[in-house]
């Protein structure tokens, strides 16, 4: 990893794209882990990634936790689940920093299909999970309360258990809806590709 920078460097950075440790312990009422706290302390993306995503991505303090733990620290009603939850439903992470775009990746929003969209993606990007989008985007609506990704659909890298790519979006109408649809689905204006930048090591 490159050199290390201080979190309020970071936070001075990014402004109100920061979401870190103070605002995830705050919104989502996590026990103050001293070991995952530190943790965070170690690995923030470099200051030059920082400032070419600072109007583009979250910086999100990520705890890691699942799913279903999620959807029980927000309000109810708050994340509508439309399609079947299989693995990713109740499957954890290593707590991280990660730079999730609030927007749909580049040129993916034209009725590109699954393959299509996956080739937009530079060599720094990948497509984050159910978990890590819906994260970022409660901690921001409850920290910041801005609704991302209002109007529209993104796909992310997990599947239901026919293989179809799970997808998010429309929060603007009360709540963040999670659905599905087959991976070589196109439909103009509506359904783009979830982006994160890979995270650091």
């Not at 990893?1 to 870190?20: T, V």
């Not at 706290?37 to 200051?47: I, W």
């Not at 034209?110 to 990948?126: C, F, P, R, Y």
């Amino acid at each position: 990893m490159s050199q290390i920078i201080s979190i309020d460097h970071a936070r001075e950075i990014m402004g109100k794209n920061f979401l870190g440790v103070a605002e995830a312990l705050r919104s989502f009422k996590f026990w103050q882990d001293r070991e995952v706290l530190m943790a965070f302390e170690r690995t923030l993306p470099t200051e030059a990634e920082l400032v070419s995503c600072k109007d583009t991505h979250l910086l999100v303090a990520d705890f890691g936790i699942s799913f279903i733990d999620l959807c029980s620290r927000v309000r109810r009603g708050l994340i509508q689940v439309l399609c079947d939850p299989y693995e990713w439903f109740k499957s954890i992470e290593v707590p991280q920093w990660r730079l999730i775009r609030k927007t749909e990746a580049p040129r993916s929003f034209v009725g590109s299909n699954w393959l299509e969209q996956q080739a937009l993606l530079t060599e720094n990007d990948i497509v984050p999970s159910v978990r890590q989008m819906a994260y970022a985007i409660m901690l921001n609506y409850m920290e910041n309360k801005e609704f991302l990704f209002e109007h529209i659909y993104v796909r992310t890298s997990d599947v239901d258990s026919n293989g179809n790519h799970v997808l998010l979006g429309h929060f603007g109408r009360g709540s963040l809806n999670v659905e599905m649809y087959w991976p070589a689905y196109r439909y103009k204006s509506l359904i783009g590709l979830a982006s994160a930048k890979k995270p650091s090591l």
